[in-house]
């Protein structure tokens, strides 16, 4: 039996039969206002409060007040597992403002920044989520989606050797074909969740579908979810017929 | 609860929660002919006259005096709120031309050019309010949409630091599937607003749909609007359903 | 109120609240065959004749005599207004073939010889209207689209400044979804009105829409025309229903 | 009235006011095996048989044997008319085949080489017609359609000159949208006639449509014709209906 | 009357009227698994067999023994016509491995190789057919499209005059429009049939159409056709609808 | 008749007519979580367990103890067979961390190094079956898909002459129509199966197709499979029909 990772979002760990397989990299994709960042939110600040997991947050989109902005907008409270040194919210986004993408004179933000930022947190701390927010602001500074495929690839290899159970988030990008922006980081994730915002009765209904979980069976049903005040809510037992 | 700035335009801000959220980068995406440049001269017009905003319009696709005839088309009096220091129009179409684009020779117009304009206009008057029309007129001096987009990511980043509310316009093009030019836009910015011109029964009808907005619920449905001599005018209690 | 210009076209005038806005740089994109050559001499020809407005016709894709050829096929006599000064047909194809495109020991035609071309004309006649036909053989001049955009911009300002109300040409390619050639010219004009060649039962059927008119409100349907021994007629109270 | 120059085409000149307007370049364009060589072919050999036009036909895609078998397949019997120095058969494959395309050592066979061996047999005849199988032969010369287009035009205007009424061949993909191999040919040209292998009922149809003639109303339905041993065979008054 | 050269597939014949025309060049187009090697095979093996045609294959995707362990799976049997002198199946695998592709310090394996093999198999044979599988493997050596189209051009020319009645196979690319790889072999070609597998009620069916041939009529339906253990066995009196 | 080699997955067999055809090089492709690294374990441990087939696995995607886990979690024991030295479970991934993929001043991991490490495994090991997951790894390290193709068509003919009855594996991407990622693997091997996700009400269901297979015939349907606590299996008896 593979051990598990409940995410503690509403609806999800029953479609995943309880949670992501431990020391996975783990890949949700969506579309703009898909709700990524929220989800990778959840993940992080449910396993603090929830099962006492020490959890690691990188945003390389939003700066840190943002992200705190929003965690509290969903009633979490971040700031006592902060200093509880069990929650950590590490902002990228002054780095990579000044460290650019390649140019002549630049290296830019790399996954070796984030390897370093990384390994410096989890030396004193005993971390076993991660999350980073998101692929694409570090995948712009690769040239090609080759050069790009190898980086994730060992990146994710670090994840794992440092014993974490890891989200990442990537884009998928409205009026293209993709589920994820590159087209590839899909395929070296252990696990690929989709997240999506579809017209039905001239509505957008947000819609969730667990894609690929390697090592275990999942549900492969497409169901919607809500965004509340609580945060994200699935109906596991509801589901989307396209026509 | 997050503090809103109501854009004033009739029918918008009920489907918004109030407003866009305080020291948010929000961003309209229209075909041409969608109405995006007179939807933001109602963002800034209205928080001068109903709010009492100072606000600062950046122009770089039409001259002042196109701005100035397209807001007195619509019944709007700006003499007056320029003279009391309150709306500031600013022509960059002269600079535009005079610096063109990436050349060997010359450097284009650019954000920094933006950034330096801005920061001016900031040290004698306290701008609540910020409109670009349009990101594509400065974006043509960025060689990759991946360079574009960090500097975007810069520039929102910017924008929040100066502690405006800011809208800014894309297009999208008629033809092509996506929802706005570069495709990544709408990734950097805290909100995205799609316009469209769709066909129904042999008549192009104007739509809107809030499409995105961080830190809080909106409204996700199609609705139709109308440009009249007062300007946009939306009905957020008529939906559109597309078959 | 908007000073307008008629265009003079049978049935178009109606569908745009009299005519163009003065000082405006209106589109016209067609497939081949879509009519917009004609569609242009009868700007400039009813100018002249119904409204006295002194005009100038640049044509770089046909002769002179073959520009005069089509005029008198549609029952237009120009010489008489051509030697009163009041119609010039200035042929810019002998330059072109001349000039060629951007080659590293040539400059090509470039909108800056048309500006010089222009300026010589409007010493010694004072012309209203302006008709170019096309865009696009001045447009395979510039290497990209960006460069492109950036010199209509520049001429449009520049027509803007000539006090003309102007109308320029531009290609739609059958197989491609978009609605001008180069995907840009539409973002830059200050309207723009899409020729069709549609198929209906069989027959192609030509059709009228106003996409865009900036300042003013417009016609949004789509309209049947036909081309006949007198040019173009549109039936501006018939419409066309795509399913 | 324009003067015209009749096709002599089974059904074709009734569809074009009488056949094509004097000294005007027109275009088919067909898929493989689409009857674009038969078509060129009975356009030259009906002149000169029916109507005492001395015509010159280039053939660059096969040799001279080929051209002559498949006139003799079809019931032409060319010798009489090239001995009377009416019909001129110029083969230029070799040509082709001995300057290959563009290479840093060569020169390509390109328009100017055909202008050059017309300009050559335009000395001792007095030809009226003109046909070029096919455009694509030579336009493989030039490494962007931007510079071929120029060189269209250019050639184009060069037939004028010479008074030729002339009949151009080019090539539409299977599999592609566009309805010529550059998406360039059908705008220089003063007419276009589409020929089409449609599937109708598990058959492929072969269909005509004149997309294009300039200074001159026609015939805008689709039609189906036959290539049976005497030739094309257009049924004028028989249409096609795409569902 | 054209002198034509049977094929002896299996209900072919009664499609082109009795065979190729002689002394043309055949295209023959198929996707992964379409059938094209099989095809190809039988074109030659017919010849020697049935009617005394000596044969040339020339295989540069399987090897020797592998075309040889087909041949006999259908139950051909090879030996005795190659120890007559009567068929040669050269394999040119070994010097592709040799030669490679493009690369600045290799010639690659090229239509010039290809030419001084067959002409020396020519001289002590009078083969009267050949078959290349296939154009692909050869493609690969040309840098661009457009290039490898004159090198198709000058072979088939090579080919005509060598008197070979000759067959060519092309791959057509799964999840693409086109119905060659390169969307220009076909229009070198005098003929081109397409093979295809078309999913029906959820089986993959196997069809047959003759797209082009020139010089001549031919059945123009799109038929079914199996291999079994004999080869290929076409129904020229069933067709194929498709909807 | 040919020599088979079963694969032993519960439901195939019996559609290939009892296996693989001895010593050839057979292609499997799937989109992200589609079933090819499990499909691949089971081929070489059933080949182990039910045939005394040694075999080879080498995996460039999922690290050994990845793998090792996978094939526990179905239940197949695999260090009995590592130790009694007829599994090899090889993994590069550590090799392709450290040799990258084309820069400059790397060699990246390439077909030749699996050519060496096969080699040297192939010393002591009588091996009969290979299996490698996936082409793609590999794939990146050369630079245009033509490069590719000639690397692959040469690993084949190296396996082949190794004796060995290969399975490859690589990936279709969601959102392109090709089945598989570079459109040119499946031309070089000699057979493919195509593995799919496809949705039917709501649910994504698991399907499976032979879409060719040389010198043999095989079933053409597509077919439901399920990935149960055993593995794959396949219902050879229903199928699916496609709208």
Redesign the interface.
Known sequence: M?ERVPTGIAGLDELIEGGFPINTVNLVSAP??GGK?IFAIEYIYNGVRNYGDPGVFITI???YE?IR??MN?FGKDTRRYEEDGKLFILDM?EL??EM??YESDKDGLTFDALKDALTGILKYTKAKRFALDSL?GIG?SYESP??L??EI??FS?FLREMNLTSLLTT?S???????TRY?IE???SD??IVLG?E?M?????RTI?V???????HD???HPFL???GGIEISPHE????P
């Open positions: 593979l703009t206002g960042t989109e939003e700066g943002s902005r929003a907008a986004t990579r403002k650019g993408i694409v712009l080759t050069r495929r190898e690839f060992r290899c884009e990008v409205e009026g293209t074909p993709g589920i087209g899909q395929f070296i696990s690929l915002l017209e009765n001239g509505e957008l209904v579908r894609r690929k979980m390697r090592f275990t069976g492969r049903g497409k965004i509340t005040s589901k989307i017929f396209n």
